[in-house]
């Protein structure tokens, strides 16, 4: 499949790297080219400069081509307003947003986007993790919601 | 009336100060950075918080369960965007306007329902061409969920609507010529009216017809329409 990345934190940069390794055709796309450096230096994927909010960015990326979508730059806000435009102007089929705040993203997870809340989702592990049995001396769970 | 007006920069000051006069409006201006809210909390008063106006607890807060109208004018088409979106499909406000700062976001905010939008860039456009001396034909206002427009244009020597009655035109599909004013006075026409150059028309034209109707009252006829 032909993906398209925005933002290439740990997130952005850890998914281009597994979805490279699976064959996808990865774009990745960063605000600030130093971001870049958290790709290993065999990822065969490509980086683009420039905000994915940016239509003659997306258009370089190959927007209209991608059949998936994934946003997971620092702000909830400009995650939304590009995912949106993935799918309402350009066709994206799949389109999967990172939203911390989770009311954000439950609302628009009913409007049509694919939504995620690390937030939420850090909260339950934490709070499973108080609560499961742990053999003694054994650390918690290891996923944190580390953006 | 209560209105929310999200982003306390130049255009959320100068909105607040205009609807601050009004009577019977309670207006809360929400500002991002607390700085730039103490500043202006120390002009406008108690009408200012500090907040963020995309996160729905915080407008929970400010009581937008009762607003009716939401203004986003932050410079932040993000923000904006999200802000209006929330205040639409979670809050229900009756009516939302969210300022575009990226001209090329405008397409987008149509698509998703928001039914006012301010740009700046575009508001700047209409006031050029209304200076341009041939300008022809200007937007008046625009009517978002039909997608219409009303418009004024004036007639041009030689063109192909000039000399005619408006019963031998054929205007675009959706063209209403509903006044047209000659030698400064302004009557509803019928299709015996003839229309002459200098002539000023207010029609509502549907914004795909605006480039053949501009044609019409500024070029000569097509010779096929012969």
């Known amino acids: 499949m032909r993906v398209v990345i925005m933002g290439c934190g740990r997130v952005g940069a850890g998914l281009a790297q597994t979805m490279q390794a699976e064959g996808h055709q990865v774009t990745v ?3 600030d080219a130093f971001a870049f450096r958290r790709l290993l230096p065999n990822f065969a994927g490509r980086r683009l400069l420039g905000s994915g909010t ?9 927007i209209g081509e991608a059949e998936v979508f994934v946003a997971v730059a620092s702000g909830d806000n400009r995650n939304i307003l590009a995912s949106q435009k993935a799918r309402e102007i350009y066709g994206v089929q799949r389109v999967v947003t990172r939203v911390k705040d989770p009311l954000r993203a439950e609302l628009f997870n009913g409007l049509g986007l694919r939504t995620f809340s690390p937030t939420k989702v850090g909260i339950e592990l934490a709070h499973t993790s108080i609560f499961a ?6 650390p918690g769970a290891g996923g944190g919601a580390g953006a | 009336m209560y209105i929310i007006v999200v982003g306390g920069g130049n255009v959320g000051y100068g909105l607040a100060l205009e609807l601050q006069q ?19 909390r120390d002009e406008l008063g108690e009408m200012v918080v500090h907040g963020d106006g995309s996160e729905i607890a915080f407008l929970e807060g400010v009581g937008a369960s009762r607003a009716d109208l939401l203004i986003a004018v932050t410079a932040d088409d993000g923000a904006n965007l999200v802000t209006c979106q929330v205040a639409s499909h979670w809050f229900n406000v009756p009516r939302v306007i969210a300022r575009v700062n990226d ?9 998703l329902g928001i039914n006012s939008i301010v740009s700046a860039s575009g508001a700047v456009m209409a006031q050029i061409e209304a200076t341009l001396p041939e300008h022809t034909l200007i937007p008046l206002m625009a009517l978002e969920s039909a997608g219409l427009q009303v418009v004024t244009m004036r007639v041009q020597e030689g063109s192909a609507v000039d000399g005619q009655t408006l019963r031998s035109l054929t205007f675009p599909q959706g063209v209403l010529v509903t006044i047209v004013i000659h030698d400064g006075t302004a009557a509803t026409p019928s299709g015996d009216t003839v229309l002459h150059h200098g002539d000023e028309i207010i029609a509502v034209v549907p914004r795909e017809a605006e480039d053949a109707v501009r044609g019409m009252v500024t070029s ?4 096929a329409e012969e």
């Open chain 2, 103 to 111: 001209p090329r976001n405008e397409l987008l905010f149509r698509r």
């Open chain 2, 22 to 40: 009004l009577p019977d409006y309670e207006v809360t201006i929400v500002e991002l950075s607390s700085s730039r809210a103490n500043a202006l």
């Open chain 1, 54 to 62: 940016d239509d003659r960015i997306l258009q370089e990326a190959g």
């Open chain 1, 29 to 31: 796309l960063d605000t």
């Open chain 1, 133 to 138: 049995e742990m053999p003694e001396g054994a």
């Open chain 2, 220 to 223: 000569p006829p097509v010779a």
